[in-house]
Nanobody, 113 residues
Framework: QVQLVESGGGLVHPGGSLRLSCAAS????????MAWYRQAPGKQRELVAA?????STNYADAVKGRFTISRDSAKAYLEMNSLEPEDTAVYFC?????????WGQGTQVTVSS
């Protein structure tokens, strides 16, 4: 059983930065894609960024140039800079693996002055 645990969320002022981490525990994981999604109140969950095992990345237009996704063998990271109030949401990590699709429980990011 694979479990994903996010960390690094919190409250930050507009223009600030946060770094989210997602660690896999349990069975060994071969994730061919690691991704971050977010869901704001009253809105659908949306893809923020994704990275393949080969290092190819994909970003939502709203975060291009501000967010950076990275990974190692068992962890995913999301570096978030120049944060805006519109980035406020619960952020979820997602691993697509050979044994299934796994989600973390989410971490709250609040951008407010």
């Amino acid at each position: 059983q694979v479990q994903l645990v996010e960390s690094g969320g919190g409250l930050v002022h507009p223009g600030g930065s946060l770094r989210l981490s997602c660690a896999a525990s349990g069975s060994s994981v071969f994730a061919y894609v690691m991704a971050w999604y977010r869901q704001a109140p009253g809105k659908q969950r949306e893809l923020v960024a994704a990275i393949t095992r080969g290092g190819s990345t994909n970003y939502a237009d709203a975060v291009k140039g501000r967010f950076t996704i990275s990974r190692d063998s068992a962890k995913a990271y999301l570096e978030m800079n120049s944060l805006e109030p519109e980035d406020t949401a619960v952020y979820f990590c997602n691993f697509q693996t050979t044994t299934g699709d796994y989600w973390g429980q989410g971490t709250q990011v609040t951008v407010s002055s």
